[in-house]
């Protein structure tokens, strides 16, 4: 089966980058025709749709983050990465690694998901 794990520090500062790795087994990163997608829920709150790659390498972003996130891959490795800069507390979630379907509307499609890690951005 696939199997996504997410993995980086839980505690950013304000105003630094949030770095998140997620290592992909049982799928390659560059099989036709997923995305991979990373979603976030702060904590009381709902999931929130953050950027996707898709498998030929084009990056798709939420309009609300795109100018603070960047989704890259590892192909070698078959990791894919996400950054997300000057982050305040608010950005404080967990984060989600997911494979997405193409052609899906940006919360459908998921099939198979990270167990999700916690990030916490405090001084």
């Known amino acids: 089966q696939v199997q996504l794990q997410e993995s980086g520090s839980g505690l950013v500062k304000p105003s630094q980058t949030l770095s998140l790795t997620c290592t992909v087994s049982?799928?390659?990163?560059?099989?036709?025709?997923?995305?991979w997608t990373w979603i976030r829920q702060p904590p009381g709150k709902g999931l929130e749709w953050m950027g996707a790659?898709?498998?030929?390498?084009?990056?798709y972003y939420s309009p609300s983050l795109k100018s603070r996130t960047t989704i890259s891959r590892d192909t070698s490795n078959n990791q894919l990465t996400l950054r997300l800069s000057s982050v305040t507390p608010e950005d404080t979630a967990v984060y989600y690694c997911?494979?997405?379907?193409?052609?899906?509307?940006?919360?459908?499609?998921?099939?198979?998901w990270g167990k999700g890690t916690l990030v916490t951005v405090s001084s």
């Open positions: 049982g799928d390659s990163i560059t099989t036709a025709y997923y995305y």
């Open positions: 997911v494979r997405q379907i193409s052609n899906s509307g940006y919360m459908e499609g998921m099939d198979y």
């Open positions: 790659i898709h498998y030929n390498g084009n990056t």
